[in-house]
């Protein structure tokens, strides 16, 4: 059973950053890629990063250059720096991981006003 839990998100003027953690639990965190999503307000549930057991990232264009993923395999925590936030990059943001299934955390609510 592996168990993922988000922090960190929160309201923040555009411009501005947050970093957004992910616990994890009930597995070798270190052997586990690790990927973020988001989920806009009425939109569907898109991959924003991710980071290898080897700690290679990987961005999606909307957020390269801007957000930054890393993993401290001691603290079984994956992080996501998130700086120059838009108002589009408001939405529910998941962390998830793949132990012979796909295992999500419950999100975390980051909110860009402009």
């Known amino acids: 059973q592996v168990q993922l839990v988000e922090s960190g998100g929160g309201l923040v003027q555009a411009g501005g950053s947050l970093r957004l953690s992910c616990a994890a639990s009930g597995s070798i965190f270190r052997l586990r890629d690790m990927e973020w999503y988001r989920q806009p307000p009425g939109k569907q549930r898109e991959w924003v990063a991710g980071?290898?057991?080897?700690?290679?990232?990987n961005y999606a264009d909307s957020v390269k250059g801007r957000f930054t993923t890393s993993r401290d395999n001691a603290k079984n925590t994956v992080y996501l720096q998130m700086n120059s936030l838009k108002p589009e990059d408001t939405a529910v943001y998941y962390c998830?991981?793949?132990?012979?299934?796909?295992?999500w955390g419950q999100g975390t609510q980051v909110t860009v006003s402009s």
């Open positions: 980071i290898t057991n080897g700690g290679i990232t």
């Open positions: 998830a991981t793949d132990v012979l299934r796909r295992y």
